[in-house]
Structures are given as C-alpha cells and as structure tokens.
C-alpha cells in the first residue's frame, strides 16, 4: 500500500481535532526549563516548578517575559475567533461577557491563555488569543451557550488556531 501524500492545504478542516493530543508545542514554548524564580517583566506571572502560575515574586526572582506577553510584544496571535452573524448585534454585550468569563476562568490556572485583542469589524467580532485551547475554549463556550454553526481550522506549521462561529438570529 503507497502512503498518502500530505495535503497542499494548510488548514486542516473540522470539528474533531487530533491537534490537542499531538506531541505538538508552540513555538514560543520554552524549550527547556528555566532557571528558578523568574517572573514575567510584563504580567507579573512567575515561573515555578517548572510552569507559569500566578503567584508572589520572591524578591532575587530573574526577569524574563512569558510566552504570553512575548506573543502580545510581537503581536502575533496563536488564535483567532471570528464570530459573525446578526444574533452578535442582538447579544453583543451578553456575548462580550461570555468571552471574557471563558478567559478568565483559563487563565485563573493557566497564566499564558490571554486575549489580546476584541476587534469590532463592520460584519463581524474578532477575538485574538495568545493560546490555540482558549481559541478553542471559547468557539465551544459560544457553540454550547447559543448553538449556531462552528469550525475549527488548525495549521499545524505555524501553531494556530482560527475557529470561527455563526449564528444569523435568534432560534
């Protein structure tokens, strides 16, 4: 049997995505660990036992920045959330709280999933992420709380996430 060639499609297609068990790790993950304290010369989030965790800073703590702040600084997204449809219009203050509560439900544990930008387009909201599972968390939050339609779009070479979710009116 000849094996399958790689799609030339950048973006894989779907609601089931394999992305979330691969031994796949962003590019602005460290590489190895570093050395103890640290804290995020940005955020204030520190660096112990080997993860980013909100915390006090010990006093000789080293100052790096985060994954997070290093992804806003260069402003360069690992998610996008594109939510459109006129049901937007007719719940956008509603919809707005429920994106921040998924934000900071997340990064009440996990320091580095952070949105970075709310951007209001002419027909539609765009929502920017430092993190692809927060993308993902809140395209499913939005997906659960109103139904409507959503898709995921996963580039595995450039470690992002576009999720997009639609819904034209109230049901």
């Known amino acids: 049997m000849k094996p399958i060639p790689a799609s030339p499609i950048p973006f894989q297609e779907g609601r089931h995505l394999q992305l979330f ?3 796949i790790h962003d590019p602005y ?11 995020c010369s940005d955020c204030g989030a520190v660096y112990h036992q080997g993860r980013w965790q909100w915390s006090v800073a010990p006093e000789h703590a080293a100052q790096v920045r985060c994954a997070a702040c290093q992804r806003i600084h260069d402003h360069l997204p690992a998610g996008y959330v594109t939510l459109e449809g006129h049901f937007i219009t007719q719940h956008h203050d509603e919809i707005l709280q429920l994106i921040h509560h998924v934000e900071e439900n997340e ?50 070479e450039e470690y992002l996430l576009r999720v997009r979710w639609r819904r034209e009116s109230k049901h």
């Open 21 to 23: 068990d691969d031994p």
């Open 29 to 39: 993950q460290l590489r190895e660990k570093l050395a103890e304290p640290c804290v």
């Open 107 to 156: 990064k009440r544990e996990h320091p580095l999933q952070r949105i970075m930008a709310l951007e209001q387009l002419p027909e539609s909201l765009l929502v920017t992420t430092t993190d692809i599972h927060l993308a993902r968390g809140i395209g499913e939050a939005l997906h659960h709380a109103y139904q409507g339609d959503l898709d995921f779009h996963y580039n595995k």
